[in-house]
């Protein structure tokens, strides 16, 4: 996929007041300073589409942006950030949990993990509840720039014989680095190949 245009739409606090869901739309979460916004650059290959921050927590609203006029890229607020307060953290789970559950256009989020811990609590939480609630999820593993090519395989192995005890077939994964830009390509290629199973004509009807 060439992306030739990426623009920023609007910012929400709610669901129903996001763009008419007439377009596809894939979202991308993480624990805060996972990488996400660099990740988001990166694929969209500019530099400054989504804000990077060396403060955790940045992002606090549902951000949507249009890709080539044909569908959304959507940053949600990260989550596990301790310095937050406990009422902005559970604010901003509702508003995020409201997003996935209701937006009907939504074909997949991608939970962005990094690649240089081991599996974590409250990653492995967040990716089983997408299981238990059948939403459609894939897995974006960060910063294999800053493992060794033994290291990273490893980590790699040992997350996914982790999540084989609480799921009989894994969602879709993928290793990026922001840095190299490893899995821009293949990240791209899988919403390419899943934006004709949105049907806007059906929803329109709902």
């Known amino acids: 996929m ?7 739409i609007i910012s929400n606090t709610d669901y129903r007041k996001c763009p008419p869901p007439v377009l596809p739309e894939y979202a991308f979460i993480g624990r805060s300073n996972v990488g996400k916004s660099s990740l988001i650059n990166m694929l969209c290959q500019r530099n400054k589409l989504a804000k990077i921050s060396v403060q955790p927590g940045k992002t606090q ?58 599996p974590q609590e409250i990653d492995i939480e967040i990716i089983n509840n997408f299981g238990m609630s059948q939403l459609p999820v894939a897995l ?54 899943n934006n004709p199973v949105f049907k806007p004509d059906l929803v329109k009807k709902v």
């Not at 390509?185 to 899988?190: A, R, S």
Request: proline share 3%; with cysteine.
């Open 2 to 8: 060439l992306i030739k245009e990426a623009e920023f």
């Open 61 to 118: 609203l549902i951000n949507h942006f249009l890709i080539n006029k044909e569908w959304y890229l959507v940053d949600l607020p990260g989550y596990g950030y301790a310095k937050i307060s406990k009422t902005s953290r559970e604010k901003w789970k509702k508003m995020t949990d409201k997003y996935l559950i209701n937006r009907i256009n939504l074909l997949c989020t991608f939970v962005l993990i990094d690649l240089r811990h081991p």
């Open 140 to 193: 974006v593993f960060t910063k294999h720039d800053k493992l060794k090519k033994l290291e990273a395989s490893t980590n790699l192995e040992n997350y996914s014989t982790y999540l084989t005890q609480s799921w009989e077939e894994l969602p879709p994964i993928f290793v990026s680095s922001s840095k190299t830009g490893l899995g821009r390509d293949e990240i791209l290629n899988f919403i390419s190949k």
